[in-house]
């Protein structure tokens, strides 16, 4: 086991970079599974090992990985060179060409999958991620901010009736309510109300798959992340024949009822639908722009010609069934996660919070008569798009990107020091390093959405603003996610006043945990309508 744990201790001792010292048996993991720290913690202090290097070198558990800190280097990394660095680390889940075993959803997934079958799988979704898909979409999810409001003055009804202030809830519970009926409507063609009906089968479904308390499956999620390799000889399915049977048959279902019907709804079942006849393309107008031509918001990552190439592969029902499967563990935690941050930094931040709503409010009093928002007027919201981009900042919930190296590299910092990066090398980019630098971000800690106005944003540096990440293997789900995000918070903030209650923790702080993103004592927050 000893030497099963140290055998590539010595793997950079060869190479002209500084290197973190490992330690039996965890490498440099030892603080993050151990409990001692937050994830943000952990690769911050990873980040900051050796703040004059381009490049560094650390062990995730036996694993040597390579961790860049150069601005410079992130972009040649995620988009010059990216052929080099085209697929995510392996997790032990993903199918590839070679492996038979291609029943998992989650390893046919865009995250796991790799190589060819990556790039054909991207190219085939890309074109359900346009602009002008959101804007087909746009509706289904406002309809998902609105009842939440609606539920929301229900409920602060009742709690000043019995005498409250109004009406007190933990953020992080409400806004997964939210994501799932955003997923439940938009990926999986069903509505339903996970305010009024909390334990509906869906959102089960949901909790039980991102469920963090049970054990079997932060054993699992450990294996994943330390030992893949392990995990893929095994052949270890994340999820239980349970859950995979339910997303299984409600999506084929779904096709079918669409299919024999003639129904249309425009969501991602019927993108899916049309990937599988091969009719989803990218249209004319699709061509995503920078963000000041389209106004589509700061942190929108574009996307590359890999996502835009043509091709003929026919994908089987599992293949399809995995990328709508993808929500729960892409879009989920996520959305929910950034949600509540956002709206807690604008309880904490009045000031913040005021002009948001000032913001809002006089977008909201423009409307014409009878009419409601739409996509475009929501992301012609200049302040609400900065708040956004700053919670993206000071909460990058995806903490760390990852490439694995896929051919032999040659390292050349054109200043003399030049080595090899192997095939199969582990690739490490700190999103939250690069946020929480004072270099790039000065008091970092502080919230500050003005570092995004237009006059200030120029000074934010290419290769250090990361929350969706970075080249071709960038977040697919950028647009999709900032307009949730941005509709949830125009909803909430046009209809309540947030203040802090009794039971929020200032400064908010994150929970140490080696398996699981959380809070130590949730987010609780106060709402109080506007109008009431
Ligand atoms: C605030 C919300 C979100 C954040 C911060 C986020 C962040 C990220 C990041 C950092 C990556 C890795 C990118 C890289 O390696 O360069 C990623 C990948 C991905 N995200 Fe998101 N994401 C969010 C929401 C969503 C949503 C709503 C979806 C829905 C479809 C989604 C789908 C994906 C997929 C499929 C990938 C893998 C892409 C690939 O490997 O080609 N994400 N996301």
Known sequence: AYRYCTKNYFYFADKPIPFMKPSFPFGNAGPILMKKVTLF???????????????????????PAYVVRDPELVKQITVKDFDYFVDHMTTGMEQTEENNSNHLLLGNSLV??????????????????TGSKMRLMFA???????????????????????????????????????????????????????????TNVFISMARSVTNQESLLKALKMIGYTFAPKLMARLNIDFLTPEEDNFFRSTILETMRTRQEKGIFRPDMIELLMQAKKGSLKHQQGDEPKTDSETGEGFATVEESHVGKRAHDRVWTDTELIAQAFIF???????????LSFALYELTVNEDIQAKLYEEIRETEQALEEGHTLTYEKLQSLPYLDMVVSETLRRWPIATVLNRECVRDYQYDDGRGVKFTIEKGAMIFIP????????????????????????????????????????GPRNCIGSRFALMEAKVALYYLVLNFRLTPCAKTQIPLKLKKSSTQFATEHGIWLEFQSRSG
């Open 41 to 63: 913690e952990h690769f911050k202090n990873i980040y900051d090992a050796f703040p004059n290097a381009r490049i560094h070198g650390m062990f995730n558990m036996r694993q």
């Open 112 to 129: 796991s999958l790799r190589g060819q079958k990556w790039r054909d799988m991207r190219a085939t979704l890309s074109p359900a991620f």
């Open 140 to 198: 289904l999810i406002a309809e998902c901010g609105k009842t939440m409001v609606e539920h929301f003055r229900a409920e602060e009804h009742k709690a000043r009736a019995a005498g409250g202030t109004g009406y007190q809830l933990e953020m992080k519970d409400m806004m997964t309510r939210f994501a799932n009926d955003v997923i439940g409507t938009a990926a999986f063609g069903i509505k339903v109300d996970s305010f009024r009906d909390p």
């Open 328 to 338: 729960f563990f892409a879009g989920f935690e996520t959305i929910s996660w950034t």
């Open 431 to 470: 999103i939250v390093g690069m946020h929480f630098s004072p270099k790039y971000y000065p008091e970092p800690e502080r919230f500050d959405p003005e570092r995004f106005s237009a006059e200030n944003r120029h000074n934010i540096q290419q290769g250090t603003y990361l929350p969706f990440g970075a």
